[in-house]
């Protein structure tokens, strides 16, 4: 199994965000879509991948940007993360067929029944422009992800997340 | 493990926080929350790090606050932020890691004990905290912190590389790049 590369269509898929609501990826054509794919819920909030993404929504909005995480728990199981850590973005449950969103994207870790930590950076067309698959244990933070996005040329982007150039950025 | 991939994107400067001998021959730059309580746990293994390497380590500190899973934590670095201003960064630093567990649960109020432990000019210090430099000054060190890879807190950055494992391990590392000194 290998992870989608640079330059191909991102497959199509339709995953439960909660009990009753589904997320499509089409929905989001016309947007750049990150979608991180992860293992487990309830990793310690220190070293939570998706809490420093949360913390990012809004820079990942200012560069035209929707993030869905993906895992293979079921849709309590996010609620109940989404509530505690305020996720102010979709968790999608990659939960029933387990794991298949995760292997049509070529990340699905059959050895643990789990999605691996993969990411992906999708433009507005839906093609694949970025991804990246992690080691199990490894934390991508999300430089990869802001580097990825500023890269797009519709993003027209000189570096300037976050704030004003000023005295220490440019230390 | 040294992380390659994961490079210091803002040099140290002028501008940063700094404890020990400004050439020391390792600079450790620690991102870090208030709130975090992997951060309060880390506070007196730094300190015996500076300890036991004093003279060749020098610390810097940089904002790294997750707020929406700690509410409190951009408070507390606008806090420390506005006690450097009257020369109390470190002092304020450390009393926020010691007293973590006391002035988390109350926020703010919990927050103005440690404004009357440094004995803070009160009035000075609310004026401070309505300037935006303050948040601008957080915001800055977090988002520098994205870019160089920072994935956590506390996160340490050896010699401008991102170190992930045990203190046991960046201890030794740590040594090893003293020892390596001419």
Known sequence: MTILAAGTVAPAFSLHSTPDQSVALKEFRGHNVILAFYPADWSPVCSDQLALYNELLDEFARLNAQLLAISVDGVWSHAALARERQYQFPLLSDFEPKGEVARAYGIYDAEHGVAGRALFMLD???????????????????????????????????????????????? | MIRDDSALAVPVSAHDHIQGNPHAVVTLVEYGD????????????????????????????????????????????????????????????????????????????????????????????????????????????????????????PNFYVNGYLYQGDFNALTHAIGRVIARQP
């Not at chain 1, 244990?137 to 027209?156: F, K, S, T, Y």
């Not at chain 2, 007196?44 to 380590?57: D, E, F, M, S, T």
């Open chain 1, 124 to 171: 507005g067309d839906g093609v694949i422009r970025w991804s990246h698959l992690l080691p199990m244990g490894l934390n991508p933070g999300a430089a990869g992800i802001v580097n990825a996005l500023e890269a797009l040329p519709a993003n027209n982007i000189q570096k300037t997340l976050g704030a004003p150039a000023t005295d220490a950025w440019e230390a």
């Open chain 2, 34 to 153: 208030f709130q975090c309580p992997d951060c309060a746990m880390a506070y007196p293994l730094v300190k015996r790090l500076q300890h036991r390497y004093a003279g060749n380590l020098r610390l810097v500190f940089r904002h790294f606050p997750l707020s929406q899973a700690h509410p409190c934590a951009q408070l507390a670095a606008e806090l420390a932020e506005a006690a450097a201003i009257q020369g109390q960064f470190w002092a304020m630093h450390d009393w926020l890691h010691e007293h973590q567990d006391e002035w988390a649960a109350d926020g703010r109020t919990g927050l103005e004990a440690g404004v009357r432990a440094l004995r803070l000019d009160e009035h000075a210090l609310a004026a401070t905290l309505r300037n935006p430099d303050l948040a601008s000054h957080v915001r800055r060190d977090f988002m520098g912190g994205v870019r160089s890879g920072v994935n956590g807190t």
